[in-house]
């Protein structure tokens, strides 16, 4: 190979993935479904053979298939089965009412009463045009389930909206190892000072259970939350059951959001205090439900974010603080989370013998 002079290696695959193929695999979205996909495959792979050995700089005689895996490029068959794959699942970030998801039928969109007939086209005589098989739109919604998640993606704000919640909330991060008792015992002291200030105090906790066998090593993982409540006084404490096959990041997030909706319906009809101090020992699932664009817990970001925007639009006046906390076994739901784990993972077993798969056994 000779890369005496020009760019290095590194640099030609970054002009090559931001400047070729882009331009070869534009609108494979459309010609995929053809019959002639196979043909134009074909000619775009001779195309990138052509690159690659550009790229290398290798001789013409050198094989094509070890270039491709030297400098890292896909053959073109599989970037482009890879770039349909994800157009297809986006389309379940489309909004329930897009007249995208109408062309695919009743299945795809939730019907609204005010919806518009669709169009319908009558290709010309003269075109002598006749359809066979199904549209691209057709082509890319048959390598998706209907039934797949949803995501609703304009339940988010804008990147350039601040939600109204965002100057009444505040977060007081992870410590350094060395001041971590010093934040266990500022937790502690809290619980003292709170009920001569008026404030409130939310613990909040999360775990994950083994639910049943699937087979000789494999388990159905439920998770669980619960919170305790102590204001003026007064204690209370709420479970949560969360779901199966959640991890432990995916429980704290839900348990986060799960809290914020239980203080929306705590004071729905009374005031609340002035300050409520919500503690987590799990900062990463605090800082992904505080991002409403959050991408790897949408669904609780989400949910976090219209519980605390309906919130402070009643109660603009309070104001929330996240804190994170070490774990301490004196304070917090730990007990209450484990007994809601058991609960829900003896329930999941049931289920799991009655659908004939495992066996039931109880979780002491």
């Given at each position: 190979m000779h890369q005496d002079r020009g760019l290095c290696l590194a640099n030609w695959r970054l002009v090559y993935n931001a400047?070729?193929?882009?331009?070869?695999?534009?609108g494979c979205q459309l010609w995929w479904p053809s019959p002639k996909c196979k043909r134009l495959l074909n000619m775009l792979q001779v195309v990138q053979n052509e690159g690659v050995k550009v790229l290398t700089g290798a001789f013409w005689t050198a094989p094509r298939a070890s270039l491709h895996a030297f400098v890292?490029?896909?053959?073109?068959?599989?970037?482009?089965?890879?770039?349909?794959?994800?157009?297809?699942?986006?389309?379940?970030?489309?909004p329930r009412s897009s007249q995208l998801l109408h062309r695919l039928g009743p299945g795809w969109r939730q019907p609204l009463?005010?919806?518009?007939?669709?169009?319908?086209?009558?290709?010309?005589?003269?075109?002598?045009?006749?359809?066979?098989?199904?549209?691209?739109?057709?082509?890319l919604a048959s390598r998706v389930p209907i039934d797949g998640p949803r995501v609703d993606s304009t339940a988010a704000p804008p990147p350039w909206v601040v939600p109204v919640w965002q100057p009444r909330t505040s977060y007081m991060g992870v410590t350094p190892s060395a001041a971590r008792r010093v934040r266990v015992d500022w937790v502690r002291g809290l619980h003292t000072s709170a009920h001569r200030l008026n404030h409130a105090i939310v613990h909040v906790s999360a775990a994950v259970g083994s639910a049943g066998r699937l087979g000789p090593t494999r388990h159905v993982p439920v998770a669980a939350g619960a919170l305790t409540f102590a204001h003026q006084g007064t204690a209370l404490t709420?479970?949560?059951?969360?779901?199966?096959?959640?991890?432990?990041?995916d429980a704290h997030t839900h348990a986060l959001a799960c809290t914020v909706d239980w203080l929306l319906s705590r004071f729905a009809h009374t005031l609340p205090p002035p300050v409520v101090y919500v503690v987590s020992?799990?900062?990463?699932?605090?800082?992904?439900?505080?991002?409403?664009?959050s991408v790897g817990s949408?669904?609780?970001?989400?949910?976090?974010?219209?519980?605390?925007?309906?919130?402070?639009?009643?109660?603009?006046?309070?104001?929330?603080?996240f804190v994170w906390s070490p774990t301490d076994r004196t304070l917090g739901p730990r007990q209450r989370v484990r007994a809601a784990v058991v609960a829900q993972a003896n329930a999941a077993r049931v289920r799991v013998k009655s659908n004939g798969i495992g066996q039931q056994d109880r979780l002491g």
């Open positions: 400047v070729c193929l882009p331009v070869l695999s534009y890292r490029v896909l053959p073109f068959h599989i970037f482009v089965d890879k770039l349909i794959s994800r157009s297809a699942v986006r389309l379940y970030n489309q009463p005010v919806d518009l007939p669709l169009p319908h086209f009558q290709v010309g005589l003269a075109l002598r045009v006749q359809k066979s098989g199904p549209t691209a739109l057709e082509a709420q479970a949560f059951k969360l779901g199966s096959r959640l991890t432990e990041f020992s799990n900062d990463s699932a605090v800082r992904a439900v505080m991002d409403p664009r949408r669904k609780p970001a989400l949910q976090f974010h219209r519980s605390l925007t309906t919130f402070f639009q009643t109660h603009g006046q309070t104001k929330l603080v």
